[in-house]
Each structure stands twice: as C-alpha cells, then as structure tokens.
C-alpha cells in the first residue's frame, strides 16, 4: 500500500478543492458541449491546463500546480480528486491531454516545443486518435497508413479513419498513429495540425462525456511533413509500439483515475443523502481498495515506464467497479433518484464511456495475460541468488509530487 508523503497530501486537498468548481459547471456543458468555452478562463480549468505542460514549456511560470507534473502518482491523485468533481469538464478542457503525452514521449526536444508553442494561448484542444472503426483499439491492427507522398516537397500522407476521439472536430492540433509498413515496428505517431485538406471530423452522438465532442476522423490523404512524424531521433524498436505502450501505461492510470473519482462522488452522494446509514460500508470499503490498487500502479508505472501489467490491471477493475457503483448509488437512493439528483443521472452515463478509452477491458485482459505468460517462461534465478519479489507496500519517494 502506497504511503503518500506531505506534498503529494497537499496536492489532493487543492484538487478535492478545485473540483467544487467543476462540479457547479458540469451540468451547463453537458447540455451544451458549446458552452465549455466559456468556461476555460476558470482557476480550475486554467490550473488543470497548465498542470499537465511540462514546465520548461510554460508560458507563466508562476502558477504553483502543487506537483501535478512531477509523476504518474501525482497525476493519479489529482486526477481522482478533480474527477469527484467533473470528468467530463476535465476531458472537454484545452490543453495537451492524451496527444501531450504522446509528444512527451516520443518527440524531439524541437517537436515537443513546436507542439506546445502551438497550445500556448489555451484556446487550443488537442487530439489523439488510435482506435478505428473495423480494428477497435488494439493496435496491433491498426489499418490507418503513413505513406510517403509522390512529391517528396509534400512528405509523408495519411491514410484512414479513427473513431472515438475527443475534441477532433474543434482540435487543432493532435496525435494520429499509423502505420508505415506490417511489422510492429512500422507504428509510427504523427502531429496533425488543423485545417488540414483531407481531415474530416464529425461529432458522434454521445450519451456520457458529452463536453469532450467525442468524434470520428476520417483522413483522405492528410499531409504530414516529415519533421512532423514522431519519433525519429530514437532507435527503431522504440519508435513504434515500444513508445505507445509506454504512452498508454501512463494514459491508462490517467482513465482509472477519472472513473474512480466518479465512483466516489456518487458514494459521498448517497453518504450525504442517507446520513448514519450503514449500506454503504461494503461499496466503500471496495473504493478503498481500488484506490490502493491504483496508487500502488502508478508508483511502479513511475520506477518501470515498461510495466504493463500493473495499469492494465487497475484500468481493468476500477473502470468496472465504477460502472457497478453508480448503479448502486443510483439503487441506493431509491425510485427518482435520477431526477432529483441530475449529477448522478450524468455520472451514470459518463462512467460507461471510461472502459472503452485507450484499451477496451479485453484488449487490458490481452496485456495481463501475456504479462503473466512471459513471467511464467522466463529463466528461474541460480541458486543462491537473492531475489526481491513485488513488494505489497510500496511507499511513494519523497519529493515524488
């Protein structure tokens, strides 16, 4: 179990703090994804934005973000927190979000810093498109190609369609992946900066996240210049699906994170609305559980970027014990609940969507699974050989916020 030190304990109260202001927001943009404009001169918004740049690429250097971007149990522990308030306002708000990552990750110093210069007014959404319509998200199978154009003046083309991601339709600029060729090694991110001719962005009609103007994309050609394709100052086998995974380990906590900020909103409702009842002691007691599972996850993200299974795990069962939560929180209110509580009512609708974000529950059994199968053939130690096992308790590094 994770022991969190002083600055991390600081940076969950401002969180828990800030998401009283997302939450008197939430309802207005869910009935209008529009609305969220008018909106992202709030503290909040603007403190999240800034928060998730690095901090050599800020423009004002003098927002205290409490140590949101010192590690991935950091980000985790905002994250729960911000999303007892809003997760849909979190995931309709400007900045680098998931196509930040990605650049981090894998871009140059000169392409991190154009893609951040090109955010820097926070009036830009940004997006990440890797799921597609006939391949889902295991990328693996991706279809979507990265061709070189016949005028090499007009470098690389892309080719293909993507659906479900956020933002597309207002985004200008993002991540796409595709493939330059049928190995794995052949997956390759590229920066795509709106308007581009080829790039078609159409909003789906969602149910839940309904701020995030959740799209489908289809690419007919889209340029890409060359300079703008990530990647290519690190070696081949850690261009492609090497630097997804490492980009999705990070994502996939971010995702749990939200879901299980939402799973306990809906609980610290139904505590709120039946005072002294004792029917939620089982529920709770499982929440608590999950968030252990998810900060021990993000600490051994932060030691093995590489670590697979411990994200796939906690996204796998904290994005279903939120579904399941919510529902009872519905149940536990009684006929009505619904309508006298419209929070719920779009917190129901919004946990769904979590599970099917950067990696479907199957695909997350697929990563275990083949995590569980490596271990289990690779060489025993020799003996006498002193081995440490995965620790039960993992206790966060100071300074680690």
């Known amino acids: 179990m994770t022991e969190l030190d002083a600055p991390l304990r600081e ?12 939450r008197t927001r939430a309802l207005a943009v869910d009935a209008d994804p529009a609305d969220v ?6 503290p909040t918004l603007t403190l999240i934005r800034v928060a998730s ?7 004002d250097g003098s927002v205290d973000d409490g140590g949101y971007s010192g590690s991935c149990l950091a980000r985790v522990i905002a994250g729960v ?34 893609f951040y210069d090109a955010i820097a ?7 990440f498109g890797m799921t597609e319509p006939d391949r889902g998200s295991d990328a693996t199978a991706m279809e979507t190609r990265l061709e070189a154009a016949p005028d090499p003046a007009d470098g690389m083309l892309l080719t293909g369609a993507k659906r479900y991601v956020g933002n597309a339709s207002r985004g200008r600029i993002g991540v796409v992946f595709a493939r330059t060729g049928r190995t794995a090694l052949s997956v390759r991110g590229a920066v795509v900066r709106i308007p581009a001719a080829g790039y078609e962005a159409t909003p789906l009609d969602m149910i839940g996240l309904r701020g995030a103007r959740i799209c489908a994309i289809d690419l007919n050609g889209v340029r890409v210049p060359r300079e703008d394709v990530l990647g290519a100052h690190l070696p081949a086998s850690r261009r492609g699906l090497w630097g997804i ?23 610290d409702l139904v505590r709120e609305e039946r005072p002294g009842w004792s029917g939620h002691e089982r529920v709770s007691a499982r929440l608590d559980a999950a968030l252990a599972l998810l900060h021990d996850a993000a600490v051994q993200v932060d030691h093995d970027p590489d670590a697979r299974r411990p994200p796939s795990v906690a996204k796998l069962h904290i994005t279903d014990l939120a579904v399941r939560t919510t529902r009872w929180a519905a149940h536990a209110l009684g006929p009505g609940a619904m309508l006298e509580h419209p929070l719920l009512e779009k917190w129901c609708r919004d946990v769904a969507a979590f599970e099917f974000m950067d990696g479907t529950s199957n695909i997350q059994r697929l990563h275990i699974t083949h995590d569980v199968a ?7 130690p020799s003996a006498g050989r002193v081995t440490t096992p995965t620790a039960d308790r993992v206790t966060a590094p100071q300074g680690a916020a």
């Open 121 to 127: 007014d926070g009036r830009t959404w940004t997006f």
């Open 53 to 59: 740049t690095p901090k050599r690429f800020r423009a």
């Open 81 to 114: 927190e911000l999303a007892r308030g809003d997760a849909g306002l979190i995931c309709a708000n400007t900045g680098p979000s998931l196509a930040g990552v990605a650049v981090d990750a894998l871009g140059s110093e000169a392409q991190q810093e154009a």
């Open 245 to 267: 995974g490492r980009t999705f380990n990070v994502m996939r906590t971010q995702i749990a994170s939200m879901a299980l900020g939402v799973a306990l909103a809906a609980r």
């Open 37 to 42: 404009e008018r909106h992202l001169d709030s």
């Open 374 to 380: 490596t271990r289990a053939t690779a060489p025993r």
């Open 11 to 22: 940076l969950r109260g401002m969180c828990r703090e800030a998401a009283r202001d997302l």
